[in-house]
């Protein structure tokens, strides 16, 4: 009887012979270029031209570089800016903190029966349409709503949520939490759990083993959670407008307000690139401080 | 269904953002193609509306359109455009490819900004004289006649009040009303003209003079601890009355309406509001311009087919025939029904169509809303 | 290896749901022992190391550490060391850190933190790695990491589950040398989990055998692979081949007189006899020179391997079917497969053992039987 080996080796010069090539798992640069063309062809079409066009569209109509200092002499604007900034961060901070808490019993719960149930829990604000979701909230924050009937029920007294930024900030959040799930279940999934152990069984309480290895190993995945978390939060729209009653302008609410109520266009391109910029330099500057080496050591 | 949907202006805004986004690309794209489209012309062709889509094409075409038709005028096509009619007219415009004849229902602030930058056709004098005659003279301008109007009005929750404010200084009376209001977000005009009501200017006078700013604001400052909201759409602002979140708000006739049919103890006072018209306009460039302007005598001329589409739409229409011809039920509930319009405050169009005192306002209200 | 008793494990039982992962183990270990738990993967062992170092508490049954019950203290509360088969370095940290981790919990003032890193990495021989991260070693340099990060904060107890089952042979072999060295040096009380019965030859002062979550028996590697208890720790063990016999008669505690086929023979006893007996026949005990008294066993040859210097045969034998022997490959070299053979074992290399299932502990043995060296075998 031949062996195994025997066998596969009286196969293969008969493959040769047929003049197949032995296949390989890599893609030469040219056939990776054609096979990436349309994804290149998207990309420039809807991202980089969009973007070249506002730019040079926010130069160059109606009052040219007056715009930007419209933009920037005007104190609603400006205050548009702070508000979209300083909520966009808290937001951040908030989704980051309950997506990590989330996405860890998610990986870490043995019940298959617990894990459907989060994860259907996480899963339900994408689900609904923004109207719905941003509803949903306003039921919830309200007057007359859960919230409030829990702070009267524990003596603190009903208060103002809805049409306040706290509003806007737990839509907002609300809306993000899957994002910043899905980004951080990766992260933790790819954790090892014995490291966990490994700490405690010398001698680390729950929360130390948490601290030294939990969150430094997952840090850089929590950053770029963040960052994208902030990223989406910056442009939200519906949500300030339904929650925060006029009273916590988005800079999106400005730029929509002067393309349709306004119709000056000058000032919603040069807002929109400054809103881009502003927003991206923030985004710059936090993952500089986290540090770039920092991140490539524990993604490696 | 339809009711007031069609025009709401911040209704669904995400998606008029972005289709005004898109209008900009077409706009961009339309230049580089020089305009192909319209080029033909004659009298055989369809007249084409910019419209807002839906149910209120429906009554359009239905009520106008069809009858105009029957009676050998142009057949009408529609393109739906809701809220975003302007950039539209602007993108046909700007690359020389005009494709509409006429624009249905243009908010009155944004018929008199077009008609600055020379987009609407100006109606012959002789039709002028006779339309003001037909339909009285606040409903007709240089560029055509109102339709489908609304009044901003002051709507009370009466469940969290003894009496409702009856007029717009008492509705900018915080020591008599000392509940709490939402006001509109957006077009400030029919604010700031009802604050300069508040601020001492007659009623009857605000659409002929400029508007006081300085007492405007002013008033506004005195009412603004009481202003828990600001609505950007027009569920926001049935929302925010039905939740009892606010206990008065200044909201549009259709959508108090609607909330007093469902059963909420509410008193709407049309004693203290804003007229907000519309206006049917011919576009300056269009192919058919004779034809457009029968069509829109056509309309002036049939109250009874006015009558029929604002019983089939609840919007007003200007022709004072036509509130004859309503049930009177219906009827009080509109804007133009005389009783109503005599008081509601006019604001001065001409005078926002200036961009300089645009501008102005529009930023001072901003910086209101948002301080 | 001292008489004093550092761990105390009594009538422990653990269950999840309805899967009984122990059942009512029971386990002294003495300091300064090196204690190994043997059984099948499945068997209870992971289970039970968890539960001394404390990630599992015991559904029955208590542990005491040094005299102390820990059964209910948190993993920090307690003093054990723990090896991982994957090392679970921590990756983001350096050989040194990682050494130094127990250590800066237990607040060691830095300079003497620096100090014993330096001596660890010594005992190790990892001189010279502090800086390095564990990705940047070799799998035999991180288990010694691991190793030296376990001992670093002086733990009453080294627990190691498995930790050379993710290296080659090589590697595991100079593995076992530096743990045995270890040991030895630092007189280190060792709880050692393994499947390979190698391994714990070659490391254990005592060896548990583990079965189904029970306890087999604990005794010498010596007196397990020569004087098994049990068919079970015979043929797991020492890989014995079970010929089927009949009892002819008890000759004293540790003997007795059996028959094979036609033949009749003294053979040792080393633990309870109950039920179907059977003789536990080693490998290397089948030799092709009889011996006076000897056993024989005929069959014909199914399959010979070359093993180097010994040669393994297999012979279909009737009645008992396969059985495997070890001979040196000089005196195995005529044997073709087909050719009937017949090979010798001498009576005292044979030992009678039962199947002491772990289904029946504590079955009543003869009041007279088994020899129990540490009187720990089978259950109560
Ligand atoms: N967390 C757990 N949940 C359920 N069953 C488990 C768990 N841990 C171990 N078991 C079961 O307990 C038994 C013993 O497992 P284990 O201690 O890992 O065995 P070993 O380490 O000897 O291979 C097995 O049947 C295993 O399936
Ligand atoms: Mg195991």
Redesign the interface.
């Known amino acids: 009887m031949p062996t195994h080996a025997q066998t596969i080796r009286r196969a293969l010069p008969s493959l040769r012979r047929e003049g197949a090539r032995p296949w390989s798992p890599t893609v030469g640069n040219v056939k990776a270029l054609i096979l990436l063309a349309p994804l290149v062809a998207l990309l420039v079409g809807f991202v980089f031209y969009p973007l070249v066009k506002l730019a040079i569209d926010s130069l160059t109509s109606d009052h040219g570089l007056r715009n930007y200092s419209d933009v920037f002499a005007n104190a609603s604007t400006r205050r548009a800016l702070y508000t979209t900034l300083i909520a966009s961060v808290i937001v951040t901070a908030i989704t980051v903190a309950i997506g990590a808490m989330l996405a860890w019993h998610l990986v870490t719960v043995r019940s298959p029966a617990v894990r459907a149930v989060l994860w259907l829990a996480v899963l339900a604000p994408f689900w609904m349409g923004t109207v719905v979701k941003n509803y949903a909230i306003i039921l919830f924050v309200s007057h007359d709503g859960l919230l409030n009937d829990l702070l009267a029920a524990v003596g603190i007294g009903r208060q103002q949520i809805l049409y306040t930024s706290g509003a806007v900030v737990i839509g907002i959040v609300y809306s993000m939490v899957p994002y910043a799930v899905f980004s951080l279940y990766g992260v933790f999934a790819g954790i090892d759990q014995s490291l966990l152990s490994a700490a405690q069984s010398m001698g680390a309480s729950r929360i130390q083993a948490l601290r030294t290895i939990l969150v430094p190993l997952a840090m850089p995945g929590a950053v770029a959670s963040a960052a994208l978390v902030f990223a989406i939060s910056v442009g939200f729209y519906v949500t300030p407008v339904l929650l925060g009653g006029g009273q916590t302008p988005f800079m999106a609410s400005v730029i929509q307000a002067n393309i349709l109520t306004y119709y000056d266009y000058g000032f919603a391109s040069a807002a929109s690139v400054v809103l881009l910029v502003v927003a991206t330099a923030i985004l710059g500057i936090a993952l500089r401080l986290v540090g770039r080496e920092r991140l490539v050591r524990a993604v490696a | 269904m339809g009711q007031l949907c069609g025009r709401s202006?911040?209704l669904r805004?995400?998606l008029?953002?972005a289709a005004?986004?898109c209008a900009?690309?077409v706009s961009?794209c339309g230049s580089s193609s020089g305009g192909g489209g319209s080029s033909k012309g004659g009298s055989g062709e369809a007249l084409v509306v910019g419209d807002w889509g839906g149910a209120f094409d429906q009554g359009t075409k239905q009520f106008y359109a069809d009858p105009f038709a029957a009676a050998g005028g142009a057949s009408v096509k529609f393109d739906d455009a809701s809220?975003?009619q302007?950039?539209r007219i602007?993108a046909q415009q700007r690359s020389h490819s005009v494709t509409w004849d006429l624009v249905d229902s243009i908010s009155a602030a944004d018929a008199y900004?077009l008609d600055r930058k020379g987009y609407l056709v100006h109606l012959p004098a002789a039709m002028k004289t006779q339309l003001k005659k037909t339909l009285g003279p606040t409903k007709v301008t240089d560029f055509g006649f109102t339709m489908s109007n609304l009044a901003y009005v002051i709507v009370c929750n009466m469940d969290r009040m003894k009496t409702c404010p009856s007029s717009i200084p008492e509705f900018f009376d915080v020591q008599r009303f000392p509940q709490s209001r939402?006001l509109p977000?957006?077009?400030p005009i029919y604010t700031m003209t009802m604050a300069t009501v508040a601020g001492g200017t007659p009623a009857s006078a605000t659409s002929t003079i400029a508007p006081n700013l300085p007492p405007a604001f002013a008033a506004l400052g005195k009412l603004r601890p009481k202003v828990?909201?600001?609505?950007?759409?027009a569920d926001?602002s049935e929302?925010?009355m039905r939740?009892?979140?606010v206990d008065m708000a200044l909201m549009w006739s259709g959508r108090a309406w609607r909330l007093k049919d469902n059963g909420m103890n509410i008193q709407i006072n049309l004693d203290g509001g804003a007229y907000e018209p519309a206006i049917w306009a011919v576009i300056k460039g269009s192919k058919h311009v004779d034809e457009s302007l029968k069509f829109m005598q056509w309309i002036a001329d049939h109250p009874e087919a006015q009558a029929r589409w604002a019983a089939a739409l609840d919007y007003s229409v200007p022709s004072p025939k036509a509130m004859k011809l309503l049930p009177k039920a219906k009827a009080i509930r509109l804007a133009d029904y005389p009783p109503n319009f005599r008081k509601l405050a006019v604001p001065n169009f001409q005078w926002y169509a200036e961009p300089k005192n645009?501008?102005a306002m529009?930023?001072q209200w901003?910086?209101y809303?948002?301080? | 290896m001292t008489d004093e008793i550092a761990l105390d494990i009594q009538e422990v039982s653990k269950a999840f749901g309805a899967t009984n992962a122990l059942e009512r183990v029971t386990l002294q270990v003495h300091r300064g022992e090196f204690l190994t738990l043997l059984g099948p993967s499945g068997s209870g062992k992971t289970t039970l190391l968890r539960m001394i170092v404390g990630f599992e508490s015991p559904t029955a049954g208590r542990i005491l550490l040094g005299g102390r019950d820990i059964s209910g203290l948190s993993p920090a509360d307690r003093s054990a060391g723990m090896v991982f088969q994957q090392y679970a370095l921590f990756p983001h940290m350096t050989v040194a850190d990682n050494i130094a981790y127990g250590l800066k919990l237990r607040r060691w003032p830095r300079a003497e933190q620096r100090e014993r890193v330096g001596e660890m990495l010594d005992l190790v021989r990892l001189e010279g790695y502090e800086a390095r991260y564990p990705r940047q070693l070799s799998g035999g340099q991180q288990q010694r990491v691991a190793l030296a990060r376990a001992l670093a904060y002086d733990p009453e107890i080294i627990l190691m589950d498995e930790p050379l089952g993710a290296l080659d042979r090589a590697l595991r072999i100079e593995m076992e040398q530096v743990i045995r060295r270890i040991h030895r040096d630092l007189e280190a009380t060792v709880v050692y989990v393994t499947h390979d019965q190698q391994e714990a030859l070659a490391l254990s002062d005592r060896i548990a055998i583990m079965r189904d979550g029970r306890l087999q028996c604990v005794d010498t590697p010596e007196e397990l692979y020569y004087r098994p208890a049990s068919s079970f720790v015979a043929s797991f063990f020492a890989s014995s081949n079970l010929l089927p016999v009949t009892l002819v008669e008890r000759l004293g505690p540790d003997s007795a007189r059996v028959r094979y086929g036609q033949d009749e023979l003294s053979c040792r006893v080393a633990g309870e006899i109950a039920g179907p007996v059977q003789l536990a026949v080693r490998r290397r005990s089948l030799r092709r020179e009889p011996s006076p008294n000897c056993l024989v066993v005929r069959g014909t040859v199914a399959e010979t391997l070359l093993f180097g210097d010994e040669r393994e045969v297999i012979l279909d034998v009737p009645d008992a079917g396969r059985v495997v022997a070890l001979i040196a490959a000089h005196a195995a070299a005529d044997l073709a497969v087909g050719q009937p053979v017949e090979l010798y074992v001498p009576p005292e290399e044979t030992v009678l053992v039962t199947d002491v299932d772990a289904g029946a502990p504590g079955t009543a043995g003869d009041a007279d039987a088994p020899l129990q060296p540490d009187a720990l075998a089978v259950g109560p």
Not at chain 2, 228 to 233: G, M, P, R, V, Y
């Open positions: 202006r911040m805004a995400g008029c953002l005004a986004s900009l690309v961009a809220d975003t302007v950039a602007e900004l939402a977000s957006g077009a828990k909201a600001f609505w950007e759409s926001q929302q925010m939740s009892g979140e645009a501008a529009n930023q901003q910086n809303v948002r301080g």
